[in-house]
């Protein structure tokens, strides 16, 4: 027997209006059983949005206060010392563990290449001014 609801498919409407509620809401807030210092609050906030806010449970949310900590301590660790090494290897295995890696939230570098290319296309191209195009200002 599943204990856990059946999740809404991603194409359905029902998960659009989901995902519009949940992207007005603030950043989930760490259980209070788990400390995020202010300092790498900033970090906790990125981290907890780069998922859906129903996928969070507090295992994950402890992991996720784990990894807030290292990136705010990757922060002062000097580039290139051994705590800065120890520190990212951290931050990449809670990375994964959470699954807010770039393939777990973006996918395969394969899968993003056109879109990249796509992008750098269009910020080149200045060829026709009858052809409207969307400026950054």
Avoid: Y
């Avoid at 906030?45 to 990894?67: E, F, G, K």
């Avoid at 922060?75 to 931050?91: C, F, Q, W």
């Amino acid at each position: 027997m599943k204990l856990t609801p059946k999740r809404k498919r991603s194409d359905s409407a029902a998960a659009a209006i989901a995902a519009t509620q949940a992207a007005a809401l603030p950043p989930l807030e760490p259980p209070a059983h788990v400390l995020v210092p202010p300092e790498a609050r900033p970090f906790w906030d990125a981290i907890v949005q780069a998922r859906p806010r129903d996928t969070w449970n507090p295992v994950d949310m402890a992991s996720a206060a784990n990894l807030a900590r290292v990136q705010c301590a990757l922060e002062a660790a000097p580039v290139g010392s051994d705590d800065h090494i120890k520190l990212t290897r951290l931050a990449l295995a809670l990375t994964r563990a959470i699954a807010v890696n770039t393939v777990a939230t973006v996918g395969r570098s394969a899968d993003i290449a056109k879109g990249a290319e796509l992008e750098r296309h269009a910020r080149q191209d200045d060829a026709d001014d009858l052809i409207p195009r969307l400026r950054a200002v």
